[in-house]
T-cell receptor, first 113, second 117 residues
Framework: AQSVTQLGSHVSVSEGALVLLRCNYS??????LFWYVQYPNQGLQLLLK??????LVKGINGFEAEFKKSETSFHLTKPSAHMSDAAEYFC???????????FGTGTSLTVIP | GAVVSQHPSWVICKSGTSVKIECRSL??????MFWYRQFPKQSLMLMAT?????????EQGVEKDKFLINHASLTLSTLTVTSAHPEDSSFYIC?????????????FGPGTRLTVL
């Protein structure tokens, strides 16, 4: 069975500071991992995804994530936060046996000017 | 691109009535569509998986007779909340997959906010 844990339901960073959003997964087989962003009252927008190719995945808006099998992690980072990055971020996992996604509980990112 | 639309974006209805929500993939054919429910400040909970031309697969605890799903074509899936009650008030989001394979990206609609009075 697969599950996703996002540590820290709320993260605050200063504008220009490093953004680090944590995601750990549990999966019995190599997973497919995704990060989505959700702005208020909107659907989810794909930031990036890992599908067993390069372990460092670059996404839109300057975000990237690194797949670390030994740590079962897929943390999302951005070198310099922008005010427009304030949103809810969800990590999701999909694995063999089905095409469903299972989402973490989300991390709300606040960017302080 | 891969655009998914939902209609309506916001609906208010009286208790006991039924509400239909449409999910359309605008520029691609979606073999599989998914319906999620999201409560305020919470994550998305998968309600059901919908494959074109076949019956939807519901997640445990989701009442299939209350949440009717029809995937009539490769670009349209509908969710009907029957005999809605205030506890059904929520944000409903659909997603669509271009392929049906494991790991295929899901593209999400903008969501429909349902308020049942």
């Amino acid at each position: 069975a697969q599950s996703v844990t996002q540590l820290g339901s709320h993260v605050s960073v200063s504008e220009g500071a490093l953004v680090l959003l944590r995601c750990n997964y549990s999966s019995s087989v190599p997973p497919y991992l995704f990060w989505y962003v959700q702005y208020p009252n909107q659907g989810l927008q794909l930031l990036l995804k890992y599908t067993s190719a390069a372990t460092l995945v670059k996404g839109i808006n300057g975000f990237e994530a690194e797949f670390k099998k030994s740590e079962t992690s897929f943390h999302l980072t951005k070198p310099s936060a922008h005010m427009s990055d304030a949103a809810e971020y969800f990590c999701a996992v999909s694995e063999g046996g089905g095409n469903q996604f299972y989402f973490g509980t989300g991390t709300s990112l606040t960017v302080i000017p | 691109g891969a655009v998914v639309s939902q209609h309506p974006s916001w609906v208010i209805c009286k208790s006991g009535t039924s509400v239909k929500i449409e999910c359309r993939s605008l520029d691609f054919q979606a073999t599989t569509m998914f319906w999620y429910r999201q409560f305020p400040k919470q994550s998305l909970m998968l309600m059901a998986t919908s494959n074109e031309g076949s019956k939807a697969t519901y997640e445990q605890g989701v009442e299939k007779d209350k949440f009717l799903i029809n995937h009539a074509s490769l670009t349209l899936s509908t969710l009907t909340v029957t005999s809605a009650h205030p506890e059904d008030s929520s944000f409903y989001i659909c997603s669509a997959q271009k392929g049906g394979g494991i790991g295929d990206t899901q593209y999400f609609g903008p969501g429909t906010r349902l308020t049942v009075l």
